[in-house]
C-alpha cells in the first residue's frame, strides 16, 4: 500500500513572502538605527567634521587664506614654548576648578531651600532661572556696568563701609579680574545645578526620610546619609556638564575683559580665537583649542568610569 | 501649414545667436548684483549715505544692484576669514589694518584703481601705499584712517592753568599730576581692546626712538635704551595721573569715563566728540582734540587704515572693479566721507581743505596727524608675525606689566623673548 503524502488542500502552507516595508521598519534593530540617524549625522557633521578639521589644522602652519603645509606637532611645540599659552592653561584650570565647585556647593544649597515648601515657591523657582536664561552678552555688559568702580553697587557699598574711593578695580587688578570672571560665572550656571539637582530631590522616596528620622538621624545626618547618596549620579552628570561648558567658556571672557589685564583672565578659548581670527594663524590656533581635549576627555572617561561602577 | 525653409531657419539660427552675443548691456546688468561686505559705523549718517545714495545711484546708471552687507564691530575679520575660507559670500569688502596683509592671497591686484585714485584726486599719503600695498601690488585701494588723536577737558585743564594742549609727552606727564590731585585723573587704555591701547603706546614707544623689528621684519630690536624710556616713562605716567581701573579696560571704557565725567584726558577716534555732541553737549563743549604729544625722537601716530578690496573668486571680476573704480571717484567718495563729518580721515591730498574739514575745526588735528601716522610694528613690514604681535598684545603688555610694578629690564625681556619666539626663522 502507498500512503498519500500530499498535504491536504486548503492547509498547505502558503508560500514564504517577502516581508512588507512596514514590517521592515517595525524590527527594533532598523528602527533604533533610523530613530539614531538623524542625531548620528547632527553630530557628525556638526561636531566630528569640526573635531577632526581641527586636529588637521593643528598639524599644518596654516595662515588664513593660504593654502597649509604639514609640520607635524610644530604647533604644540611653539605652544609649549610660549609663557602666555602656559599662563592660559593655568587661568583656565583655576576658573573652571574654582567656578564649578562654587556652583556645586551653592547649586546645592539652591536645590534643598527650593525643595522646601514656601509661599510662590514656582516664581521664586522660575526667576532663579533667570541668569541662565538671559543671553550671555547682555547678562555680561550689566556686569561691566556693576564692575565699573564709579557705578559699582559693590564699590557704593564698601565706600559707605569706608573703603577708600574709587574702592577696587574689580578688572583692573589680575587677581580681582580672574576672581570676578569666576563669580559671574557661578552666577551665570548656579540655576543649571539648582534645577536639576531640584529634580533629583524631588525623586528621593519621602519613607527614606521617615525611617531615617525613627532611626534618630538629624537634619544634617538626613541630608549626609540619604540626599547625599541619592543625589550622587545626578551631582556627577551635572559636574560633568558644568566643567565641559567652563573650560570652553568664550563669551564671559571676550565681552568683559578680552583676557586682559595682562593676559590674568585669557581662557583656552578665548586664546585660540585671537590666534585663529586674530593673527590668521588657523594651525596654531587650532593647537590652543585642541589643548583643551586631553584634559577634558580624561575627566570624561574618569566621571563616565566612575558612574558605571556606581 | 507654416513650412520653414532650410535657409530661413539658419537665418533665424545667426540672428538668435548673435542676439545672444550683442545683446543689450542694459539686459544683462539687469539681474547683475554685488555684495560688499561692511562694519557698521558708528556715525550711523555713513552707512545710510551709502544704502540710500551711493547704491540706488549705481543701480540707476549700471542696473547693478550692490547689496551693502554690514557686520558687527569686532566681527569683520572673523567674517571675512570665514569668506575667504568658503570662497563665497562676498565679492567685494571693507578691510582694515594689517588683514590686506593676512589675505592678500584672496584679493585682486587693484593697482590700476588705487593708481587712477591718486593721480585724479592729489596724490596718496605715504602711509595710505604703506596700508595698501602687499609685496609690491595694491591689495586695497586705501580709503580712511580713523586717527587715535588726544581727547581733552577744556574746563579742567584751564583749572590747572592749561589753555593749550602740551606739546611733549612730559610736560602733559606735569599736567596730569596736577589733574589728579584735583580728582581729574587721565584714563588711557592699557587693558585687552582692539584699537585704543595700540593707539597711544605705539606712537609713544616710537616717540622715544624705540622700535619692536628692523625694517627687514626678522630683527628683533625691542631690548633697547629707547624702549627702557618708554616703558619708564608709562610707568610714571600711569601711576601718577590715571586710575586704577585703565589697566582693565577696554575699548568702550575710555567712552564711558568720559562721559560719566570720570577723566580729563584719553586716547580716542573722534567718534567720542562726535557723541558728545549728539548726546552730551554740555560735554561736547568743554571737549577738544590734539595731535599726540611728542617724545624725545618725534611725534607719531597710530594707522588705523580702512581700506575695500575684491575678493579673487568673485564671478565676475570686470563688475566688482567698474563698481570699486565707480566708488573711489571724486563724485562719489567726497559726498561719503563728508556724511560722516571727518570720522573717516581721507588718505588723498585733493580732500585735504575740502569743506567737510569746517563743520568741526576740532577734528583738524586728525587730518594733520596723517603725517606722522604709521601702522602697528612700523618700520616693520606688515605681515603674520606682527599680527600675531598685535593678537598677543605683546607691546600692550609689556607696558601694562611695567605700570604694575614688575621690573623694566624684565618687561622688556619677557616682550623681546615673545617677539624672537614669533618671528623665530621657519
Known amino acids: 500500500m502507498t500512503l498519500s503524502s500530499e498535504p491536504i488542500a486548503g492547509l498547505a502552507r502558503p508560500a514564504r513572502r517577502a516581508p512588507s516595508l512596514a514590517m521592515r521598519l517595525d524590527r527594533e534593530s532598523v528602527f533604533s538605527w533610523l530613530m539614531m540617524a538623524p542625531p548620528l549625522l547632527f553630530l557628525a557633521a556638526l561636531v566630528g567634521y569640526p573635531f577632526f578639521y581641527g586636529i588637521l589644522l593643528s598639524l599644518q602652519d596654516r595662515p588664513v587664506a593660504h593654502t597649509g603645509t604639514f609640520v607635524g606637532l610644530k604647533n604644540f611645540a611653539t605652544n609649549f614654548r610660549d609663557p602666555i599659552f602656559w599662563r592660559v592653561a593655568l587661568n583656565t584650570f583655576v576658573y573652571t576648578a574654582a567656578a564649578t565647585l562654587l556652583k556645586m556647593i551653592g547649586g546645592l544649597a539652591m536645590a534643598v531651600a527650593m525643595n522646601q515648601r514656601f509661599a510662590l515657591k514656582n516664581l521664586v523657582r522660575a526667576l532663579l532661572l533667570l541668569p541662565f536664561i538671559v543671553p550671555t552678552v547682555l547678562s555680561t555688559v550689566a556686569w561691566m556696568w556693576i564692575l565699573d568702580p564709579a557705578f559699582s553697587v559693590f564699590n557704593w557699598f564698601l565706600i559707605a563701609l569706608g573703603v577708600p574711593r574709587p574702592g577696587p578695580s574689580w578688572l583692573g587688578n589680575p587677581v580681582l579680574a580672574m576672581g570676578s570672571i569666576i563669580f559671574i560665572n557661578t552666577w551665570r550656571g548656579l540655576p543649571f545645578y539648582g534645577i536639576t539637582l531640584l529634580a533629583g530631590l524631588q525623586t528621593v522616596p519621602p519613607e527614606l526620610y521617615e525611617a531615617a528620622t525613627i532611626d534618630g538621624a538629624g537634619s544634617w545626618q538626613r541630608f549626609r546619609y540619604v540626599t547625599l547618596p541619592l543625589l550622587q549620579p545626578i551631582i556627577l552628570i551635572v559636574t560633568l556638564f558644568s566643567v565641559i561648558f567652563t573650560f570652553a567658556d568664550f563669551q564671559l571672557v571676550y565681552v568683559l575683559t578680552h583676557g586682559g589685564p595682562q593676559n590674568a583672565t585669557q581662557l583656552f578659548a578665548t586664546y585660540a580665537f585671537d590666534i585663529a581670527m586674530g593673527a590668521g594663524q588657523l594651525g596654531l590656533g587650532a593647537s590652543v583649542a585642541l589643548a583643551m581635549f586631553p584634559a577634558l576627555a580624561l575627566l570624561i572617561v574618569a566621571l563616565t568610569l566612575y558612574m558605571r561602577r556606581g | ?426
Open chain 2, 1 to 426: 501649414m507654416t513650412t520653414i525653409s532650410r535657409r530661413g531657419f539658419l537665418e533665424l539660427a545667426g540672428l538668435g545667436a548673435a542676439g545672444a552675443v550683442l545683446r543689450p548691456q542694459d539686459a544683462a546688468a539687469a539681474d547683475e548684483s554685488l555684495t560688499v561686505l561692511h562694519e557698521s559705523s558708528f556715525i550711523k549718517t555713513f552707512d545710510e549715505y551709502f544704502q540710500k545714495t551711493l547704491a540706488p545711484a549705481y543701480e540707476k546708471q549700471t542696473g547693478v544692484k550692490v547689496n551693502y552687507e554690514l557686520t558687527s564691530v569686532g566681527s569683520l575679520p572673523t567674517r571675512i576669514g570665514t569668506i575667504t575660507e568658503t570662497g563665497s559670500g562676498a565679492d567685494a569688502t571693507m578691510i582694515f589694518g594689517l588683514y590686506p596683509f593676512l589675505f592678500d592671497e584672496k584679493l585682486l591686484d587693484v593697482g590700476d584703481i588705487a593708481e587712477g585714485a591718486g593721480k585724479a584726486q592729489g596724490g596718496w599719503y605715504g602711509v595710505a601705499k604703506e596700508a595698501g600695498i602687499v609685496n609690491g601690488k595694491w591689495k586695497a585701494v586705501p580709503f580712511s584712517n580713523i586717527g587715535q588723536l588726544m581727547n581733552w577737558r577744556t574746563d579742567w585743564f584751564a583749572e590747572v592753568g592749561v589753555k593749550r594742549f602740551p606739546d611733549t609727552w612730559e610736560e602733559l606727564y606735569e599736567v596730569g599730576k596736577k589733574l589728579k590731585a584735583k580728582d581729574h585723573p587721565f584714563g588711557f587704555e592699557l587693558g585687552h581692546g582692539f584699537g585704543d591701547n595700540h593707539g597711544w603706546l605705539y606712537p609713544l614707544l616710537w616717540s622715544y626712538g624705540a622700535h619692536e623689528v628692523e625694517p627687514d621684519g626678522k630683527t628683533v630690536v625691542i631690548d633697547s635704551d629707547e624702549t627702557a624710556r618708554a616703558v619708564d616713562f608709562a610707568r610714571k605716567f600711569f601711576r601718577d595721573t590715571m586710575l586704577d581701573d585703565v589697566l582693565g579696560w577696554t575699548d568702550v571704557s575710555n567712552n564711558k569715563a568720559w562721559y560719566a565725567e570720570q577723566i580729563s584726558c584719553t586716547n580716542n577716534a573722534e567718534s567720542i566728540l562726535w557723541l558728545a555732541k549728539r548726546d552730551f553737549p554740555e560735554i561736547a563743549q568743554v571737549t577738544d582734540q590734539a595731535q599726540n604729544p611728542a617724545g624725545p625722537k618725534g611725534r607719531y601716530h597710530l594707522m588705523s587704515a580702512i581700506s575695500h578690496s575684491i575678493f579673487s573668486f568673485t564671478p565676475d571680476p570686470q563688475a566688482a572693479r567698474a563698481f570699486l573704480r565707480w566708488l573711489t571717484d571724486e563724485k562719489q567718495l567726497g559726498g561719503w566721507y563728508a556724511s560722516a563729518d571727518t570720522y573717516y580721515q581721507p588718505l588723498l591730498h585733493g580732500y585735504d581743505n575740502a569743506s567737510m574739514w569746517q563743520v568741526e575745526p576740532r577734528n583738524i588735528p586728525y587730518r594733520d596727524s596723517l603725517a606722522t601716522a604709521h601702522l602697528p610694528g612700523w618700520p616693520a613690514p606688515p605681515n603674520h608675525q606682527l599680527a600675531e604681535s598685535v593678537a598677543k598684545y605683546v607691546i600692550v603688555d609689556m607696558f601694562a606689566k611695567a605700570c604694575t610694578g614688575t621690573s623694566t629690564k624684565e618687561v622688556i625681556k619677557n616682550a623681546e623673548a615673545q617677539l624672537k619666539d614669533i618671528y623665530r626663522p621657519v
